[in-house]
């Protein structure tokens, strides 16, 4: 798992138009907040990215990309997103399945899916939060917005 304090995994993976986004893309220009869901399409998966798209326009003018990450295909990533309208990048951790959300430390092998876990990383590419759910468990975004406060006015997160 990738422990607060501790550098972000690596990732490349294809949004759902197909341009490959890489964690080091966003390097010195903004924090990422990283969120794996389990499965486009789902009810609980919906509403947290339909929160994060409510909240889109604050989150890009405080300089942080969202990025939202599920083993679904490219092309269901990219149908889930224009049916629920969202403007920010959803990745496929499709192949090698699951590969990311390993990385992270967020893959339920049991279901083949990653499980609600999202990560706040500083632009030097550092793990400065994170939070773990199962898959029942939508997570507040009220959190994200506590702990991507802390990295802005302390440059640290803590």
Request: proline letters at 5%; charged letters at 20%.
């Amino acid at each position: 798992m990738s422990a607060i304090g501790s550098p972000a995994p690596g990732f490349s993976l294809p949004d759902q138009h197909g341009r490959t986004v890489t964690l080091a893309d966003f390097r010195e220009r903004a924090s990422v907040l990283l969120v794996f869901y389990p499965f486009a399409f789902t009810g609980v998966c919906t509403g947290e990215l339909q929160e994060l798209q409510a909240r889109s326009a604050v989150f890009q003018s405080e300089d942080v990309q969202v990025l939202g990450v599920s083993c679904d295909s490219m092309h269901t990533q990219r149908v889930f997103s224009d049916q629920e309208g969202l403007d920010f990048p959803l990745l496929s951790d499709f192949w090698p399945h699951g590969a990311a959300a390993r990385a992270y430390g967020v893959f339920a092998e049991d279901k083949g899916c990653a499980v609600r876990g999202s990560f706040v990383i500083d632009p030097s590419g550092i793990v400065r939060w994170s939070v773990i759910n199962a898959l029942p468990d939508a997570r507040d975004v009220h959190e994200y917005v506590k702990a991507l406060e802390a990295v802005r006015s302390t440059g640290t997160g803590h």
